[in-house]
């Protein structure tokens, strides 16, 4: 066994070349999924509400995005704005933003979904009495619904973000210096040790996950005594 | 002038006629009890004079304006005519305080400290004195509703909607709602209830309506709609909860 090439090499696993080069490793797998959960949470919330709209100019952009992001490979995706930014924008983005981009439209679809269900889930008497006491729908949705909905969301979104998290691992295919990617640098250069470069890889991954989903079975625990509480 | 003046109000939910040609004047302070059988239209019938329901036929004056004019805000209607509901309908994640406030300082843009004075005497007057920082799931049934009722008093509103406010509560926290109800009806408000507590109703109601599939069927004074009241269906279904 060759562990020693992993012991040689696992700080440029765990932050790349940093601070002497650029970001890498594990850091930028993290450093994308948190961006791009960021990014996503937003688009989730817009293209979210827009699908609930009653006005069909409102409703059917967002239905399309969904729909149509859901029913295609998030690796597409990343080929997708990774040549088409160059016809786009006229030059090529970086790997990382073009990553990036491909990560923030595929979740942002799932995180409407979850959106719109959560909304769905309160009892119709609360936007009622919102209404009904004068608040406008926005006021209603600002002040009643989503700090309600959000907070039971909670936990679909740390599930939507550990998905990111492995997924992160996919731009590796367009030469975003991630985990995977600086792995299979390590590999190649040495290539008497792949299984205990990729065991470490796979620990982890692991370790991230794992902790990102204890904590959330930990938040939902917390989420489910509130709900108790408030039946 | 009428509080509320209700004309030839027809309204459909797809090919379902749930209110047929409903007339119904309301004065100034008056209070009027509705009653009839599930699935007559009595919800549908109150939440059309907020416009929680929309309707197709009639008019609905609040005033002599009419609450579908272009210069009518909806959302000015709707603090103009507080409503209760049978569920209660608090905001679990906001305390009591904050459940009465919220509408006040949105709405009607009133300053924070002075609206949680007026909470605060308005949660005394239906006798939730210290319970203001609780959250509606720490108070019971009949605590809940009278918190819904301070947070639709807040508006300052000229009419109140009730709908089967005591329907969901235990028995022994029915008087304690229908006590703050009595109180607000003394005081002159003008107050259209939908309700089975024929008691109350004999006790406060200025005029009690009976509906029957859409349609106002009978309409009287308590005293002569408890002793004769002239449609056989009203007599069974005063059989049938009495
Ligand atoms: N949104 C809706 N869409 C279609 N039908 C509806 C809708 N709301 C109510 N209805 C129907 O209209 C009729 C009247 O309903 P409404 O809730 O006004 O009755 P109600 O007299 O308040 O009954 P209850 O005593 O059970 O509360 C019922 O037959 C009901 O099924
Ligand atoms: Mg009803």
Known sequence: ?231 | MAMIEIRSLNKWFGDFQVLKNVNQSVEKGEVLVICGPSGSGKSTFIRCINRLEDFQQGAIQLEGKDIKSPEMNVNTLRTEIGIVFQQFNLYPHLTVLKNVTLAPIKVKKVRREEAETTALQLLDRVGIHDQALKYPAELSGGQQQRVAIARALAMRPKVMLFDEPTSALDPEMINEVLNVMKDLARDGMTMLCVTHEMGFAREVADRIIFMDGGEILEEAPPSEFFKNPRHERTRAFLKEIL
Request: glycine share 8%; aromatic share 14%; with cysteine.
């Open chain 1, 1 to 231: 066994m060759h562990w020693d090439v992993v012991y040689n090499n696992l700080d440029y696993f765990l932050w790349g070349a940093f601070p002497k080069g650029p970001l890498g490793g594990l850091a930028m797998s993290i450093v994308l999924a948190l961006l791009g959960i960021f990014g996503a949470f937003w688009i989730g919330l817009a293209a979210g509400l827009m699908r609930l709209s009653r006005n069909g100019f409102v409703r059917w952009p967002a239905t399309v995005y969904i729909e149509v992001v859901r029913g295609t490979p998030l690796l597409m995706l990343i080929f997708w704005f990774y040549f088409l930014a160059p016809i786009l924008f006229g030059h090529t983005l970086p790997a990382a933003e073009s990553a990036l981009t491909s990560f923030i439209v595929f979740t942002g679809a799932y995180v409407a979904e979850i959106v719109r269900a959560g909304v769905l889930s309160l009892p119709r008497g609360q936007m009622e009495a919102a209404r009904g006491s004068g608040l406008s729908h926005v006021q209603a949705m600002s002040h009643v619904i989503l700090p309600q909905s959000l907070r039971n969301m909670i936990p679909s979104f740390v599930n939507q973000f550990v998905s990111l998290t492995k997924d992160t691992s996919l731009a590796y295919i367009i030469g975003v210096d991630e985990l995977m990617r600086n792995a299979t640098q390590v590999n190649n250069r040495t290539y008497n040790a792949p299984t205990e470069i990729f065991i470490t890889v796979a620990v982890l991954y692991f370790i991230v996950c794992f902790a990102l989903t204890s904590f959330s079975r930990r938040l939902e625990k917390h989420i489910m005594r509130y709900q108790a509480r408030n039946r």
